[in-house]
């Protein structure tokens, strides 16, 4: 039975709790092609070896779900420690695994975007065959050729095992805006026109980062100091963003946010995840978000009696600056006629984020868990 693109399908992906799943409804026979011999799957690894707990978090970090989400898991007896309930590579495809956010990520965008394949409209899962196929073979690319291609060519003549482990270390870790980074970045498909492209180069790019993993975790003791020095300061800020978040939620709901048409359209979970993502996306992005929830009106109409009020009391919220500057720019630039300085003040830039975003949360679909 071919299986329809729709939410309740994306949802099944983006929260199941299985080690992996290998999909096998599909045409073409590629059930018996093993890329990742059992022995150095992630899941045989976790299984049989003790990784340590900092190792863990980062690997699971980019699938970490909200604290509302994680309790409503909990009634439904989904059971497990939050930082690490969703494992990345929980889904398999021709032999081939596929980063569960990445995976997400493509499917939302065939519900939004017109989305081909060689010009074809994909409306089922199974219509993606053709670049499952290419991200298969890149995926068996990667995963073969990653020490010689990532890791050996950057080792110097008298490199020992500890100079190894850094460089696996620092491949996971590293940040290059915006085609590398383990944690924080979701990927969608590659497209020219509305044709998607380049399937063998994501999945090479993802049999790297497979290989990669299955080296840590098969050194767990060679690995564990390093993963603690880069989780500690993370630990430390998670911890402050949580007393953030609380604070930006109270003062929202004594100015009425939560009384807002569209927010009242939000599941109380949801409402959470967005009071989350004005926190933490920082200035631009709450204050184009505000504006497309009409929370800036509702504020200059029932609120302040001037804007220089509104706008030194919402910095207020942001730790912005004493007189509300920032927050002045950024409202000017939502206007198509303003003469503010864009390039300073960019909250113009995240209008249509905000709006996917939004929708996305009325839908049911949570855009940064997994995402």
């Known amino acids: 039975m071919e299986e329809i693109i729709n939410i309740d399908f994306i949802d099944k992906i983006r929260c199941g709790v299985l080690a992996y799943r290998n999909w096998g409804n599909f045409k073409e026979d590629y059930t018996s092609n093993e890329i990742v011999p059992e022995n150095i799957s992630h899941s045989y690894l976790m299984s049989n070896q003790t990784i340590d707990n900092n190792i863990l978090e980062f690997y699971c970090s980019p699938c970490l779900v909200s604290d509302n989400e994680f309790m409503e898991m909990n009634k439904n007896h989904i059971f497990g420690k939050k930082e690490t309930l969703f494992l990345p590579y929980s889904n398999m495809i021709f032999g081939a695994f596929h980063k569960r956010a990445d995976l997400c990520t493509m499917l939302n965008e065939v519900l939004q975007i017109p989305t081909n394949i060689k010009d074809k409209r994909i409306e089922f899962f199974e219509d993606l065959e053709p670049y499952f196929i290419e991200y298969a073979d890149g995926f068996k690319n990667g995963f073969n050729e990653f020490e010689n291609t990532i890791i050996k060519p950057y080792l110097t003549l008298l490199a020992d095992k500890q100079d190894y482990a850094n460089k696996v270390f620092e491949y996971l870790t590293k940040t290059i805006f915006p085609k590398h980074d383990w944690a924080n970045q979701r990927h969608g498909f590659t497209r020219k026109g509305n044709n998607i492209v380049d399937g063998f180069e994501q999945g090479q790019k993802q049999g790297f980062f497979y290989k990669a993993w299955s080296i840590v975790f098969s050194n767990n003791n060679q690995f ?33 946010f939560f009384n807002l048409q569209m927010i009242m359209q939000l599941s109380e979970d949801n409402k959470q995840i967005i009071i989350e ?95």
Request: glycine share 4%; hydrophobic share 25%.
């Open 224 to 256: 564990a100091p390093l993963f603690k020095d880069l989780m500690q300061p993370k630990h430390n800020i998670l911890k402050e963003q949580e007393t953030k978040t609380d604070k930006l939620k109270t003062e929202l709901d004594n100015y009425g």
């Open 277 to 371: 993502l004005i926190s933490t996306k920082g200035l631009p992005y709450s204050i184009a978000m505000f504006e497309y929830l009409g929370f800036l009106k509702h504020l200059e109409k029932n609120q302040f009696k001037s804007k220089y009020q509104l706008n030194k009391e919402v910095s207020k919220w942001f730790n912005s600056d004493k007189e509300g500057r920032a927050v002045k720019g950024n409202i000017s630039t939502l206007s198509e006629y303003s003469t503010e300085n864009k390039t300073k003040y960019t909250a113009h830039l995240h209008k249509k984020t905000v709006q996917s975003d939004y929708q996305n949360l009325k839908k049911g679909v949570p855009p940064y868990c997994c995402p």
